[in-house]
């Protein structure tokens, strides 16, 4: 190997971890806050692509499927660990469905934040029994933290 295409591969090596380390919620920068804004928001429609599936399911509109839940529940989990770093200073950007309100009630809405994070393990607890009638009960409970965090904090555009 060239010494050019060693240190080329050491570029790429740090670049990786650089940006393995800024997936990480605690390490998450954006360079513009529209960034920040498509970070959050993608982290939404991907928790709510997969709570959607439950629901579906729950509802009686698709078919159980155990193992479908279980992996649904695990990307809920997941991504409802994400977006609440990217509500930053100087996110509030007006063509946002985010509320003035976050940055002014910043701990609610954490705190509302928190009690959806409090749920989504329990909602893979759920999922792990194979019971639909267990999965039902807690993805009522979650889908009430979505709503009233919704109520206070989200604009319908
Ligand atoms: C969903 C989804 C939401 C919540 C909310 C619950 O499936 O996409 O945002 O449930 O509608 O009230």
């Known amino acids: 190997m060239t010494r050019t295409a060693f240190v080329s591969k050491k570029l790429l090596a740090a670049a990786l971890a650089c940006g393995l380390l800024a997936a990480a919620p605690a390490y998450a920068q954006f360079a513009k806050p529209q960034d920040a804004v498509k970070y959050r928001q ?23 499927d155990a193992k479908a839940a279980l992996q649904n529940a695990e990307i809920v989990a997941f991504m409802s660990n ?25 701990d609610k ?8 994070q409090q749920m989504t393990p329990k909602l893979v607890a759920a999922a792990k029994t194979g019971k639909l009638d267990e999965i039902k009960v807690v993805f009522g409970e979650t889908a009430k933290t979505c709503k009233s965090c919704h109520d206070a904090f989200r604009e319908e555009l």
């Open 42 to 64: 993608s982290a939404f429609v991907v928790m709510a692509a997969s709570f959607g599936r439950i629901g579906a399911m729950v509802q009686g509109k698709a078919p159980f």
């Open 82 to 106: 994400l977006p609440w770093q990217a509500f930053g200073p100087g996110t509030d950007l007006p063509d946002s469905h985010a509320k003035p309100a976050i940055w002014k009630e910043m």
């Open 109 to 116: 809405f954490k705190a509302d934040a928190d009690k959806l």
